[in-house]
């Protein structure tokens, strides 16, 4: 298949994938977070509020779509554009697999694999702050500026300790491409712990890791670093003024953000898409246990819900599951499914560590985020770098 | 395909340069110059290194202008005056440009012109050969910057600080 036709189709595969969780990712907060409160969450648009995620889309589409009048026009529509073009493109270098197969056309499980794949996210995302920071401005809104000017000053503060987060995995894996150092995280200690860079030798970045987890919670401006858009004290930040499809970019941009930096810590830390334990351990079934749990559970509950809508639509899902996990019995399914399924399942848990926190946490005070990026975060990755650098030396 | 893309990105560069000094408004000028950073990288990346391209979007493009832009904001600068320019920049500003641009072009064709030849898409600089020059041949130019620069960090936090009584 001739490279350009194949990049398409590529493309268009990860974009579509992509932008489906996107879609459902808000529906998963919406119920997770309702029922960390108590509540029921999405129930209403679909079978468990399934559709909801597609009623608030055409919501957002035929709302009216306001600008202000003291606004600068130009920058008011560029922001929101820029915003979600940057927060989409960042996705282009993430690695999702090993070599794949399908219909007989062999390919690599990622859109493009850059010698400077990681430089190249760094400076997608340092580009990210010019939507948010542009949006505040051009609104001509004081909520929204202040909304904007926090933005900034936070992202590039959080910038640096996420940096300095990854620099220990950059020492360890002596590579810039994310494929490569994916690959050096292939294999296992004593026959069991994997060789993630979290547990590698011969020092585990688990300071690296909290480093990064921190700064990229602050970068993607989530609870508990929410500030640029705290409602309590400022409307809604930098996007006050918006309405209809320009409000949705940003909201897109946000959780796109989120999957990236999710993704990049699986990749960073978390070995990408190598299983947790060793073939020998019969890891290779884990997604047929885990689906079959899941078709078991939705049996159960379909049994107690009320007949009709609820309980047909849990019986269904569970048939689904059951046959999924069935598809993974295959070893030709497995073997490209399974690096798939270990990819998504660590992205998966980051996304639910979003939703988790910002469940818990409240939020921190402006003066307190930034003496914690600057007076704690900072020195503690500096600290991880020098002494990952001395060990990584000292072991030759 | 290399030299389309090099045109392309040229005249991007040359156009957002040129709108950087026509526009009137601070934040427009800024975002000119974002531009053109952003096609400098790409000319970079054309030429085979990579990791000056990135690092050239992430310090320039990305950490710089975000101060710059934040500075902006923060003063919340205006739309500049035009004032009545002089008649003489006027008749004269053109052709002096044009005369001194010649004469810069003129003495790197001289200086330069015998040298090996540019090549478009030749990967040679990587990031790890980048990376030995660096800390090996050149360690004490490197270090006695970051030195310097350091200095300029800690004079600017004593001239900003506020005095206490």
Redo the contacts between chains.
């Keep these: 298949m001739p490279f350009f036709l194949l990049s398409v189709v590529k493309a268009l595969v990860v974009l579509g994938i992509l932008l489906l969780t996107l879609l459902y990712m808000q529906w998963v907060e919406r119920k997770v977070i309702a029922h960390i409160q108590g509540r029921w969450g999405p129930h209403r648009v679909g079978p468990h509020g399934l559709l909801q995620p597609f009623a608030d889309t055409v919501k957002l589409l035929t709302k009216e779509d306001l600008t202000p009048p003291h606004a ?1 026009k130009f ?1 008011f529509v560029l922001a929101p554009f820029l915003a979600v073009s940057l927060a989409l493109l960042s996705v282009a270098v993430i690695p999702f697999g090993g070599e794949i197969e399908v219909f007989g056309v062999k390919t690599t499980a990622q859109l493009t694999d ?3 794949g990681l ?2 996210l ?2 997608v995302t ?2 990210g ?2 939507g948010i ?2 949006a ?2 051009a609104s001509n809104n004081k909520y929204a ?1 202040l909304g ?2 926090r933005s ?2 936070q ?2 503060s959080y ?1 640096l300790s996420l940096t300095l987060g990854v620099v220990g995995v950059l020492l360890l894996a002596e590579s ?1 491409s994310l494929r490569q150092i994916v690959d050096a995280q292939a294999g296992y200690y004593f026959g069991f712990l994997p060789r993630w860079h979290l547990f590698q030798g011969p020092w585990p970045q688990v300071v690296g890791f909290l480093v990064y987890l921190a700064a990229a919670f602050a970068e993607t401006n989530r609870i508990p670093f929410d500030l640029p858009e705290a409602e309590t004290e400022l409307v809604a930040g930098f996007h006050t003024e918006y309405s209809s499809m320009k409000f949705a970019m940003f909201f897109m941009a946000e959780y796109a953000n989120m999957i990236t930096v999710s993704c990049l810590a699986t990749v960073l830390f978390l070995g990408g898409w190598h299983p947790p334990l060793p073939q020998s351990l019969g890891i290779q079934f884990a997604p047929v246990l885990v689906a079959a749990l899941g078709a078991g559970m939705l049996f159960y509950h379909g049994q107690g819900a009320p007949a009709g809508k609820q309980r047909l639509s849990m019986q269904v899902f569970g048939v689904a599951a059951a046959l999924m996990g069935l598809a993974f019995l295959a070893p030709a399914v497995r073997a490209t499914f399974s690096p798939l399924f270990w990819f998504a399942a660590k992205s998966g848990f980051f996304l639910f560590l979003y939703i988790w926190v910002r469940g818990t946490l409240p939020r921190f005070r402006y003066d307190q985020l930034m003496s914690f990026g600057w007076k704690f975060l900072f020195p503690v990755g500096v600290a991880n770098v020098l002494i990952t650098a001395l060990m990584v030396a000292l072991a030759g | 395909m290399h030299l389309f893309l090099f045109l392309t990105f040229a005249l991007i560069a040359v156009g957002c340069a040129v709108n950087l000094l026509r526009q009137r408004h601070p934040i427009s000028s800024a975002l000119s110059l974002i531009g053109v950073m952003g096609s400098l990288a790409v000319l970079y990346l054309l030429l085979g290194a990579e990791f000056i391209a990135a690092i050239q979007v992430i310090v320039y493009a990305g950490a710089i202008m975000v101060l710059f832009l934040f500075v902006i904001m923060l003063l919340n600068a205006g739309e500049e005056a035009r004032t009545q320019r002089s008649k003489l920049a006027r008749v004269l500003g053109l052709p002096l440009a044009g005369a001194l641009l010649a004469q810069l072009s003129f003495v790197v064709w001289r200086q330069l012109g015998g040298g090996p030849e540019v090549e478009f898409g030749g990967f040679v600089g990587s990031t790890e050969a980048l990376g030995r020059a660096l800390f090996r041949e050149y360690v004490l130019p490197f270090e006695v910057t970051s030195v310097l620069i350091l200095v300029a960090i800690v004079g600017a936090v004593v001239l900003a600080r506020k005095e206490v009584r």
Excluded: P, R, T
């Design positions: 600068n920058f850059l010698n400077i430089l190249f760094f400076a340092s580009l702050v010019y920071a542009l505040g401005w500026l904007g000017l900034s000053a992202m590039i910038e810039l």
